[in-house]
């Protein structure tokens, strides 16, 4: 069941990605790359790591992608008028590609495959634990790297200075 | 509620980061307070930490610490390293301000990221977990990114910062894509355990999982070390780039990329070694001729020394080859005395360079030897050491990677070496016979030094002539560093 599930779930992410790399479109390449990493998340949930599954959709599908929305849209390059012309054809993949998501995520709640094996599955205890103790380090120089690549990003992004 | 048991935190291990980056921090908030005509100041400050970083690295030699649960290791090795990063960022640092001010960008964010990138370099070095090495080429790239584009007013400058992103984003890909791989094999990102379990698992080459894994990772680090066919970045960076950041950036990460590198195939994989080797083999042998061949016809000097710059990544694969330990020490000797020599040349193209005309084609240096003898021939020493020839440390170096080379059984690919060096001297001395033979067009009489750039030369002319004349200190301390 899980197998096939896995299957089904990984050619959709594959296809999803694809599709996301080579629609002319910014939004639509978009909803594609939601597509994908919404897949991936469940086949996250399906290896017994439903605490990646989550993050996957909080912050991939969620806070990144909204991000990428938001600059499409600040810096006007939707281009809505094109987009609305063909809508069923445009759509019908995307919606194809949920709907089977869907599908999954439906089947799984249905046969209550919590996760394969719940002796293997991390929560998110365990999973604090082994970030703060083992790679404690590894934070502190991901914080500091994003403190930098802020002060790059406001030295480059500054007004042009013509002295 | 449960707690979590913090492990004991062994500070000694990376104290000459924590320094640094704290260093890097006060400067971001001093910066904030300085006039723009004394950011020159800012440098000085950088310098200071750099100077104590290096007082406190010096006690800790001989002794190898390992902390944060075996994530970060403090050994001869990364000691070495990190000496080589911490000089190079000092003289990258004394040529910077006079630049920065004469093209009219003279902006002190450039101290911190210097310094920030320093510490990436550092912990790459010191890196002996998958992740840790990551994170360092990750702070190191993103520093990296902002200097190579940091004359915004300047086109070419934009244009290098933007090139080196997007190729340096993609390049990471692959080196992360290999971790993960290497993951998938071994269970483990722990550089020692990835060995042990290769050995007790008896997991070899038939593990398609490993091998890509392996290749993957070369290639991620074959690009940020410069070496062909994933160099095609360099010259239009280094050329783009300001000058004094093309100096640092040629030489620190490099050497960083190569730390690890040699980290990662020497420790974590030495049971891929006939593996590995024929694949650094062929990246030797085609980096070199590449690097080479290509720098013969190019006119503007920082093309042609970037050119150059791969050629020097080919004779470091060479030793890296042999992976034996005179190969090993022969990379170590040969990364500081590179620091020295070719900071020291391209201190001297921003002296020659005016504002927004960076004089930097080779015939623009027509009689600079008559004009200015001291500076002359300082030029010469740097490019008589790049060419390897006798009495400059270039040549030590060179000799030593050959000869491991030799010792392993790789008589022609140290052959190839010799006559790719051979072929190197064309291009040198062609900057030399302008420079004394060819009738002056210019009285060069922009060019002035400060203490800056005299203590910068001081230095690079030192460290390029002791270690060639007097190498047998230096080759200790390199084999006392080596891996093995």
Redesign the interface.
């Not at chain 2, 979590?4 to 492990?7: S, Y």
């Given at each position: 069941m899980e197998a096939y599930l896995f299957y089904i779930l990984a050619v959709v992410t594959v296809i999803g990605t694809v599709m996301a790399i080579t629609e002319q479109h910014p939004v639509h390449a978009i909803v594609y790359l939601v597509t994908s990493f919404f897949s991936l998340a469940m086949i996250f949930f399906l290896l017994s790591a439903p605490l990646i599954a989550m993050f996957e959709v909080i912050i991939y599908a969620g806070a990144v992608m909204v991000l990428f929305m938001f600059v499409i849209m600040m810096l006007d390059l939707g281009r809505p008028s094109e987009a609305s012309r063909p809508f069923l054809r445009r759509w019908a993949l995307p919606m194809l590609l949920g709907g089977i998501i869907l599908v999954s995520i439906v089947t799984v709640a249905v046969n209550h495959i919590s996760s394969p094996d719940t002796s293997r599955m991390i929560s998110i205890n365990d999973f604090s634990v082994v970030l703060f103790r083992k790679y404690g380090v590894a934070i502190e120089i991901i914080s500091m790297q994003l403190l930098f690549a802020v002060v790059g990003a406001l030295y480059l992004g500054r007004k042009r200075d013509d002295r | 509620m449960?707690t979590?048991?913090?492990?004991a935190?062994n500070l000694a291990v990376?104290a000459p980061e924590v320094v640094l980056?704290v260093v890097?921090?006060a400067l971001?908030l001093i910066n904030v307070f300085v006039k723009s005509e004394q950011k020159g100041y800012l440098g000085y400050l950088s310098i200071a930490g750099i100077l104590g970083t290096l007082l406190m690295l010096i006690p800790a030699w001989g002794s190898s610490v390992e902390g944060?649960?075996g994530?970060?290791i403090q050994d001869n090795f990364a000691i070495f390293f990190k000496v080589i990063f911490l000089i190079s960022a000092a003289m990258s640092i004394l040529i910077t301000d006079k630049y920065l001010e004469r093209e009219?960008c003279n902006?002190g964010?450039i101290y911190?990221?210097i310094l920030?990138a320093t510490?990436g370099m550092m912990?790459m070095a010191s890196g002996t977990d998958l992740?840790?090495i990551f994170?360092?080429l990750?702070?190191l790239s993103?520093?990296l990114?902002?200097l190579a584009?940091?004359n915004?007013?300047n086109i070419k400058s934009n244009e290098a910062?933007l090139k080196y992103f997007l190729l340096g984003a993609f390049s990471t890909g692959f080196l992360l894509y290999g971790m993960a791989l290497t993951y998938g094999a071994t269970g483990t990102t722990k550089i020692a355990k990835i060995a042990s379990y290769i050995a007790m698992n008896g997991v070899s080459s038939s593990n398609l999982m490993l091998v890509a894994g392996m290749i993957l990772m070369s290639t991620g680090f074959a690009f940020k070390v410069a070496a062909a066919p994933f160099h095609m970045w360099t010259p239009d960076v280094y050329e783009g780039a300001p000058t004094p950041m093309t100096a640092f950036m040629s030489v620190g990460p490099k050497a960083a990329g190569f730390a690890a590198f040699a980290r990662v195939l020497l420790v974590a994989l030495p049971a891929l070694k006939p593996e590995w080797s024929s694949l650094l083999w062929v990246l030797a042998v085609l980096t070199m001729t590449v690097g080479n061949i290509t720098a013969l016809y190019q006119q503007n000097i920082k093309r042609m020394l970037a050119y150059s710059s791969i050629a020097h990544a080919g004779y470091i694969l060479v030793g890296f080859t042999a992976g034996n330990a005179v190969g090993t020490a022969g990379i170590l000797f040969y990364m500081l005395s590179y620091a020295f020599m070719n900071i020291g040349a391209f201190a001297i193209i921003i002296l020659v360079g005016k504002k927004g005309e960076e004089n930097s084609n080779v015939s623009d240096y027509a009689g600079f030897g008559y004009r200015h003898p001291v500076l002359g021939i300082a030029f010469c020493i740097f490019l008589f050491s790049l060419a390897g020839i006798p009495p400059a440390a270039g040549f030590i170096g060179k000799f030593y990677l050959f000869s491991g080379a030799i010792q392993a059984g790789y008589i022609w690919l140290a052959v190839i070496g010799v006559l790719n060096s051979a072929a190197s001297v064309y291009y040198y001395l062609r900057v030399m016979v302008f420079m004394y033979f060819k009738e002056p067009t210019e009285d060069f009489e922009w060019v002035k030094l400060t203490p800056a750039f005299v203590l910068c030369l001081l230095i690079a002319v030192i460290g390029v002539l002791v270690p060639g004349v007097l190498p047998g200190l230096f080759l200790e301390l390199a084999q006392k560093a080596v891996l093995m």
């Open positions: - | 449960d979590i048991a913090i492990p935190i990376i980056s890097a921090m971001l944060f649960s994530t970060i009219g902006q964010e911190p990221l920030f510490v912990l992740m840790t994170l360092g990750e702070v993103v520093s990114y902002v584009g940091f915004r007013n910062g």
